[in-house]
């Protein structure tokens, strides 16, 4: 089986790559700067920045994005949107078989409670509302070209390797600053969809590896936590020196204040396959 995965350089691209060489296929990945490729002689490298040969992939993982450090930036609608939709265009045209697009519970926006998959889309930032839109597009292009897409649409993350603003590394920084004792929060009563970047990995793997025409599939841990919750769990187990000040900072005003997502779908998904 050929299979593509774009972003493997990325947080959730970097784990998705150790699982698929483990597998027996021909794996692709996407190249677009100089990053290093592990284990390269296992895999075939495309070069964006040059002409390509585009093939018939079997399986298509698109986890590529840029400027995750600003949901905001317009460079998610004016320049990352149509560079994604032209990419996969191509690909679809020239056979690509089963598509496999990562999404975001930005692209959600306003809600509460727990989050299914028919929830109306109502993006409150320039990323959210470029995923929809990319999302929309791709179901446009369907109604020309056969193929399947699995949309999965990702909800809060954390590891070792994720950049540095984010929560888990901000916290785990400060913790091995020795001048540093208190780290600053809001209130931590904030109810969240917090997995393992691993843990999500082997889930697209399971999804992705069944070839099949899903749509929009939530995968995450659909276990609600507070933030506050949360943050003392990780402190416990990865015994950071650090202790926390709840309240002295405001929420961010783009993300609702309770909200988690349903997994009967993907349960049901994997008991029918």
């Not at 997995?195 to 793997?205: A, E, F, M, P, Q």
Request: aromatic fraction near 10%; charged fraction near 30%; include cysteine.
């Amino acid at each position: 089986m050929k299979v593509l995965l774009t972003g493997h350089s990325g947080f959730i691209g970097q784990s998705i790559l150790k699982l698929l060489l483990k597998k027996k296929i021909k794996l692709s990945v996407t190249k677009y700067n100089n990053l290093s490729i592990p284990e390269e002689k296992k895999i075939t490298v495309i070069d964006l920045k040059k002409k390509f040969l585009i093939k018939d992939f079997d399986l298509v993982i698109h986890t590529a994005w840029e400027n995750l450090d600003n949901y905001n930036s317009k460079q998610h609608i004016k320049k990352i949107l149509p560079s994604n939709i032209k990419f996969l265009t191509k690909l679809i045209k020239k056979g690509a078989k089963n598509l496999v697009i990562l999404g975001t519970c930005f692209e959600v926006g306003d809600c509460s409670g727990e989050i299914d998959e028919k929830i109306k889309l109502k993006p409150k930032t320039k990323y959210g509302l470029a995923k929809k839109k990319l999302l929309f597009k791709l179901l446009s292009i369907k109604k020309k070209y056969n193929f399947n897409l699995t949309w999965i649409r990702i909800f809060y993350l954390y590891g070792q390797t994720q950049r540095n603003k984010s929560l888990f590394k901000q916290i785990q920084i400060a913790s091995k600053n020795k001048n540093q004792k208190i780290f600053e929060m809001t209130s931590g009563n904030q109810i969240r969809d917090y997995l393992h970047v691993d843990k999500l990995s082997k889930k697209i793997i399971s999804i992705s590896f069944l070839k099949k025409n899903l749509g929009i599939i939530n995968v995450c841990s659909g276990k609600p936590i507070s933030v506050k919750k949360l943050v003392l769990k990780w402190k416990k187990r990865f015994k950071w020196d650090i202790e926390f000040s709840f309240g002295n900072k405001e929420q961010k005003k783009y993300e609702p204040l309770n909200f988690w997502g349903s997994t009967k779908k993907f349960k049901n998904v994997l008991k029918q396959n």
